[in-house]
Nanobody, 128 residues
Framework: QVQLVESGGGLVQAGGSLRLSCAAS????????MGWFRQAPGKEREFVAA????????YYADSVKGRFTISRDNAKNTVYLQMNSLKPEDTAVYYC?????????????????????WGQGTQVTVSS
């Protein structure tokens, strides 16, 4: 049974930082590219960041580039999202997702469809 469990969300003031973690189990983590998406109330789920199987390449939405950093630790089956300089518009439920890819350097999908597994989400609230 595949599980992706996000943690690290919470309430933070604008300008603050949070680090999200997503622990994976029940799959061969190193065979999956990973992504983070978010969904605010009344809005569609949107791409935030992604990382290839190898971790060599990372991809970001324009809205978070320079503020967020995605990383992974294949030994710990965990992907991270470091979020700095948070803004009220970053408020959303954040989801991690796993995309099975055959190439070590593949991944980076910016739409939800290719992702095979999803976590339950963690709430991030940024106050002004």
């Amino acid at each position: 049974q595949v599980q992706l469990v996000e943690s690290g969300g919470g309430l933070v003031q604008a300008g603050g930082s949070l680090r999200l973690s997503c622990a994976a189990s029940g799959l061969t983590f190193s065979s999956y590219a990973m992504g983070w998406f978010r969904q605010a109330p009344g809005k569609e789920r949107e791409f935030v960041a992604a990382i290839t199987r190898s971790g060599r390449s990372t991809y970001y939405a324009d809205s978070v580039k320079g503020r967020f950093t995605i990383s992974r630790d294949n030994a710990k089956n965990t992907v991270y999202l470091q979020m700095n300089s948070l803004k009220p518009e970053d408020t959303a439920v954040y989801y991690c997702a796993a995309d099975f890819v055959t190439s070590l350097h593949a991944g980076g999908a910016r739409v939800p469809d290719p992702y095979d597994y999803w976590g339950q989400g963690t709430q991030v609230t940024v106050s002004s």
